[in-house]
Every structure is written in C-alpha cells, then in structure tokens.
Nanobody, 123 residues
Framework: QVQLVESGGGLVQAGGSLRLSCAASGRTFTMGWFRQRPGKEREFVAAGSASGYNTAYADSVKGRFTISRDNAKNTVYLQMNSLRSEDTAIYYC???????????????????WGRGTQVTVSS
C-alpha cells in the first residue's frame, strides 16, 4: 500500500502561481496529476517518469504547468503558473507502483490516488 498526500492548494488570483506537492509513503514509478473541475469528469493534467526524463502534459496546461519530482523525498510537484479561472478544480496525485514504458495520461494506468487538494482561481 502506498499513501499519497497532496498539499499546496488554495485560493489565488488569475495570473498567479501555486505549487502543489504530493508525498508518497513508498516507492513509486510514474506519478501524475489529474484534476476534476466542477461538473466535469476527472481529466489528465501532467505526468512524469521516475527518472524525470519523460513527461507529458495536457494541451490546456502546456507552457504553464511543470511537473517535477524529488526521488529522495518520494515527492512529486506541480508548479502552476499563469493560472486561469478554468484551472479551478480539485487536483489529485496518482502513482504507479510498477514500471511501464512511457508516461500514461489514462487514470487506469495508476494504482494509487491521493484525496485531492482544492485549487481555486479567482478572476
């Protein structure tokens, strides 16, 4: 069992920045971020391989969000810049506990999930 604990959410004005963190209690491979906006289904945001060399982003966040990780701390980060009101959502951290080729944007590829952290962007 791996527990994932997100932090760093909050209220920010449009154009501002936030950094989300997700600490894992055990070893993980690919880690990713998903979000669920009000009235919408959960959607992929970003993911990164264990090495950090392979990353993937949703088109809606490319150039604004950056995923990174500190393997010594078993922690993945999501730096979010130039935030927009449409980024308002609950952000979930997800992790694979087995290696895989490439980085997946499918929630089915991930074994463990955090409880989520709320990000609210005011316009």
């Amino acid at each position: 069992q791996v527990q994932l604990v997100e932090s760093g959410g909050g209220l920010v004005q449009a154009g501002g920045s936030l950094r989300l963190s997700c600490a894992a209690s055990g070893r993980t491979f690919t880690m990713g971020w998903f979000r669920q906006r009000p009235g919408k289904e959960r959607e992929f945001v970003a993911a990164g391989s264990a090495s950090g060399y392979n990353t993937a982003y949703a088109d809606s966040v490319k150039g604004r969000f950056t995923i990174s990780r500190d393997n010594a701390k078993n922690t993945v980060y999501l730096q979010m810049n130039s935030l927009r009101s449409e980024d308002t959502a609950i952000y979930y951290c997800a992790a694979r506990t087995a290696p895989a080729l490439g980085v997946s944007n499918s929630p089915n590829a991930y074994d463990y999930w955090g409880r989520g952290t709320q990000v609210t962007v005011s316009s």
